[in-house]
């Protein structure tokens, strides 16, 4: 769907289907930190200068999906405090989930649990 390093102009909402979101490491390819489903947002990226994309996302199923524009994202929270408090909110909730699980997955990869592929 992108390509890490990529201008970040739009996120989704996933309706159906999955999206594995992974990084290139060197001398290791592609390592998948995260698969996005059902009901979960689809980049975060476009929220911050310089709207570049922190990984890289592949539909690992067929995937339907609400798709939004960034940038009207951001001039609408700009303009309605309460509309982008609301929003920020609920990104941060996306943000700290994302995070544990990478974190799961670097503990389990670094005991030996996890396939880098997994």
């Known amino acids: 769907m992108f390509e890490e390093g990529g201008f970040a102009s739009k996120f989704w909402l996933i309706q159906s289907g999955h999206v594995a979101l992974g990084l290139q490491v060197p001398g290791s390819g592609r390592v998948i930190i995260d698969t996005v ?32 524009d960034a940038a009207v994202i951001r001039a609408r929270c700009a303009a309605d405090t309460d509309f982008g408090a609301e929003f920020r909110g609920r990104l941060l909730r996306v943000f700290a989930r994302r995070l544990q699980s990478t974190r799961r997955r670097l503990i389990a990869s670094s005991t030996g649990e996890l396939d880098s592929g997994a």
Do not use: D, H, K
């Open 37 to 68: 489903g059902i009901g979960e947002l689809l980049g975060c990226s476009w929220l911050f200068p310089p709207y570049q994309w922190a990984f890289g996302a592949v539909c690992v199923t067929p995937v339907r999906a609400f798709e939004f």
